[in-house]
């Protein structure tokens, strides 16, 4: 079992940049593949970025890719998503998400545990 809890949201300008963080618990962190995905108002639940289990393997979303980065600190159980060059089609409401399978999945349904949520707000 992982439990997982997001921080770092808020309200930023365009241009500007966000570090979000997921701290998570359980032994076997270490294991899984994390994922960050987010959700607007009336859409669905989108990819934005994913890491292996090492930190080694990475992928993006094209809408993200250049401006997001994706890491993980597996002594501190937290993984990390920089967010730079924020545009307001960013805002959205951001998930953490642990997958125990052994490759990058971009679908929520290849993410078996889920945070809880934070906004990001990006003004125009």
Known sequence: ???LVESGGGLVQA???L????AASGRTFSSYVMGWFRQAPGKEREF?????WSGSVTYYADSVKGRFTISRDNAKITVYLQMNSLKPED??????AASSYATI???PR???YWGQGT???VSS
């Open 91 to 96: 805002t959205a409401v951001y998930y953490c």
């Open 110 to 112: 290849d993410y078996a």
């Open 48 to 52: 934005v970025a994913a890491i292996n």
């Open 19 to 22: 570090r979000l963080s997921c």
């Open 1 to 3: 079992q992982v439990q």
């Open 15 to 17: 241009g500007g940049s």
């Open 119 to 121: 906004q990001v707000t």
């Open 105 to 107: 999945g971009i679908r």
